[in-house]
């Protein structure tokens, strides 16, 4: 148990069962009472935040979380395959766990695990990756009805909106949090 005096960002604090992550977290020593710490957490699993507010030298349990480099290496139906980057061990991550990031995986990619007693909590990308456009329709000259974009199929079998002008075998930026088009890569 560590006292309210140890929060600090990135810390993560097991509360009523569930793993948050503080994303922010402010002293406050007002004129009158007592000092009492407020936080903003996000929950580890789920990404659900929260404002949470602790008295001053409250305990809190303070949670060891691991995180790792690893490299994608195959889907093998149930679950994505990783290799730790250190010691070349494997792990198999449930597609539950992974969520929407398997839309951006390519083979050999460096993502970060958070690893919890060896559970896997979640998978990190960069912020954005380049993937190639395997089917996208011809862009037709002077049509704007679609506020000149259109749909494209990128090499993971994700769909992406993105300008008329690209055509299919175009490398293009991705933003992984959003699923944005960010630009051509030549």
């Known amino acids: 148990m560590a ?3 140890d929060i600090r960002n990135g810390v ?4 009523d069962g569930q793993l948050w992550s503080v994303v922010e977290f402010q002293h406050v020593k007002p004129g ?3 000092a009492f710490v407020r936080t903003k957490l996000k929950n580890v699993v789920t990404g659900r935040t929260n404002d949470k507010t602790f008295n001053a030298g409250s305990k809190v349990e303070i949670e060891n979380v691991d995180r790792r480099d690893f490299t994608y290496l195959y889907s093998d139906g149930d679950g ?6 250190t010691d070349y061990d494997q792990i198999t991550v449930p597609a539950a766990v992974v969520g929407d990031a398997k839309n951006f995986l390519l083979e050999n ?6 690893l919890h007693d060896g559970n896997p909590l979640y ?4 912020a954005s990756v380049v993937l190639e456009i395997t089917y996208t329709e011809p862009g037709l000259q002077g049509d704007r009805s679609s506020a000149g974009t259109k749909a494209a199929t990128v090499e993971t079998g994700y769909e992406i909106q993105v300008p008329l002008f690209l055509e299919t075998g ?3 930026k991705v933003d992984t949090r959003t699923g944005d088009y960010l630009g051509r890569v030549n």
């Open 170 to 172: 175009t490398k293009v």
């Open 109 to 114: 990619q460096q993502v970060t695990i958070a």
């Open 12 to 15: 993560v604090l097991n509360l």
């Open 32 to 34: 009158k009472g007592g």
């Open 3 to 5: 006292s309210t005096a």
């Open 80 to 85: 994505f395959v990783f290799m730790d980057a």
């Open 123 to 126: 998978v990190e990308l960069p």
